[in-house]
């Protein structure tokens, strides 16, 4: 794994272009590149690539969806403070390098014996190109890394949404006849048939993200989607297991937000905090996920690194409870005078301000972290929404489906090594306690999948944006902080994209509502 991983950072980085006018020309591209080194390399970009996890992740998306704060370079995602540079990183990073090589992979392979591998190519190139979209709206997609094109044409996001379920038809047809072994397949080992599963619950979000756009057409991929077979059990869930590396802005073998958390060295500079408005939903249903997700660690203790902390958390909770960061608070506002607390190997320990609020529990950010793509619990929260939404026979009730996910999102925390195993006790005492409520169904089932998407940012954003749920209060400050009084709908394009190709970036403004390119416009699937 590691070898060809570098044979991946010595070919294909060095092959990609860093500016946006040029990012459909390698005049350096290998003629014999293997597409399967090429594939592998997006999947470990997609959460090995440090500069997207920290910027698009932890400094944007999860500060928006409310799960981070309080850090100096949250403001930009928690406050609504526009940042240009920022809000490019994914653009930059995505066009130069894994839509330059997922197109590649696709174009090599098809028509050939490779009929696997040129199927999924077809789901990655699907997969990547949905998290570009789905941030920016209209995008580059029909000529994105088209040889010979330098100015692409932005392709409408309800064209490009209708081609992904066309090029998922193709993958999933292709699987059947594929007899190709798969090689340095990193998700899933080259088992074809999770593969397959992977792409039919790939199908489902995307069709329940365009549910309120084209409902006909979404029941039609709902159905196609659940006929072709789902994820079954969180045997099958899309992940990455990482290396226990701690990534670069050039290595992604590790956990790259792992890596973004970590990078201050010390942990009494690392401001990232749990979001109140993700500890107090918790809270209010006393979700055993709570003292998984997050603890209270001796930061100020004499040598304490990251690996060597010493866990508050029950001290702390004993006298002040468990605390976030505010949503228009750094982590230095909101001020909690220091307290006293006895432990029972440390003695007497004085706790500050930063050290009682929650951050995130150690074992979920090791450089050997897992990242979770797509979960069986999100499938079933998606399937009882679903069978809400349309009345649809999915193999369940709502309520079926929806116990179905509260468990299998408890469970699927046992991948992060060394975390506490929720018992099947209080997995049972949570789903007795939490009941759909008449009338309330699709909230409480839009609020668990924003909670399923913990750390992983762009799709709670949009999961978020999609459902409406939960309905958080404004990040907005008055002090200057602020450049929007509502939680942004999506990215900006970036300003270089504007100068070297503005003519196809003024056609995809005149289809924003406002006219131009703003951010607190909607996207095509972002209906109201």
């Known amino acids: 794994m590691k070898n060809f991983l570098k044979y991946i950072a010595a070919v294909l980085i060095l092959s990609s272009c860093n500016k946006f006018g040029d990012m459909n020309i390698d005049p350096t591209k290998s003629s ?90 077809r789901i990655m190139k699907v997969y990547v190109f949905a998290r570009l979209t789905d941030l920016y709206g209209d995008i580059p997609y029909t000529e994105a890394a088209a040889g010979g094109i330098t100015h692409p044409v932005y392709d409408r996001q309800e064209d490009i949404y209708h081609d992904f379920f066309l090029q998922l038809d193709t993958a999933i ?40 756009r084209n409902e006909a057409f979404a029941r039609e991929q709902i159905i196609k989607a659940y006929a072709d077979g789902l994820m079954l059990s969180n045997d099958d869930i899309c992940v990455t297991l990482h290396d226990d590396n701690f990534n670069t802005y050039a290595n992604y073998t590790g956990n790259a937000l792992s890596s973004a958390i970590r990078q201050t060295g010390s942990p009494v500079n690392n401001g990232y905090r749990l979001h109140s408005s993700l500890i107090n939903q918790l809270k209010l ?52 005078n220091t307290i006293t607390i006895i432990h029972p190997v440390a003695g007497t320990i004085q706790v500050g301000n930063n050290e009682q609020k929650v951050q995130l529990a150690a074992y979920m950010m090791e450089n050997d972290a897992p990242f979770l793509h797509l979960t069986y619990a999100e499938t079933e929260f998606l399937l009882a929404e679903a069978t809400k939404r349309f009345n649809l026979d999915l193999g369940g009730t709502v309520a079926e489906h929806y116990t179905k996910g509260l468990r299998a999102a408890c469970r699927q925390l ?92 003024q056609e995809a403004m005149k289809r924003y509502p406002s006219g131009t390119d703003s951010w607190n416009d909607r996207m095509w699937w972002d209906a109201e």
């Open 32 to 121: 014999n590149l293997d597409p399967a080194i090429e594939v592998a390399y997006c999947q470990q970009k997609f959460s090995g690539d440090m500069s997207v996890q920290e910027v698009t992740g932890l400094i944007l998306c999860m500060p928006l969806a409310q799960h981070f704060g309080g850090g100096w370079a949250n403001q930009y995602g928690q406050f609504y403070q526009k940042q240009q540079a920022y809000m490019s990183t994914l653009w930059q990073n995505s066009y130069t390098a894994d839509v330059k090589n997922i197109n590649d992979a696709v174009l090599r392979t098809a028509g050939t014996d490779s009929k696997n591998l040129n199927a999924i190519a």
């Open 173 to 212: 047809s292709q699987f059947a006849g594929g007899t190709d072994p798969l090689t340095n397949d990193i998700f899933y080992g080259g088992d074809i048939n999770k593969w397959k599963k992977f792409g039919s619950s790939l199908r489902l979000r995307l069709a329940m993200r365009v549910s309120k």
């Open 285 to 336: 249903t006393n979700d055993p996920r709570l003292f998984v997700f997050g603890k209270n660690y001796w930061d100020n203790a004499p040598g304490a690194t990251f690996e060597n902390r010493i866990d508050i958390t029950n001290e702390v909770r004993a006298q002040v409870g468990t605390v976030g960061v505010g949503p228009t608070s750094f982590i230095w506002e909101d001020w909690m």
């Open 414 to 505: 046992t991948l992060y090594k060394n975390a506490p195993v929720i018992t099947e006790e209080a997995i049972n005492q949570f789903v007795a306690d939490n009941p759909l409520q008449p009338d309330k169904e699709l909230e409480q089932i839009g609020t668990q999948l924003w909670i399923n998407f913990f750390l992983n940012g762009p799709e709670a954003y949009a999961s978020l944006r999609r459902t409406g749920f939960p309905r958080l209060p404004s990040g907005f400050r008055p002090d200057g902080y602020s450049d929007s009084e509502t939680m942004p709908r999506r990215l900006e394009y970036p300003q270089l994209e504007k100068a070297l190709n503005l003519s196809n970036v």
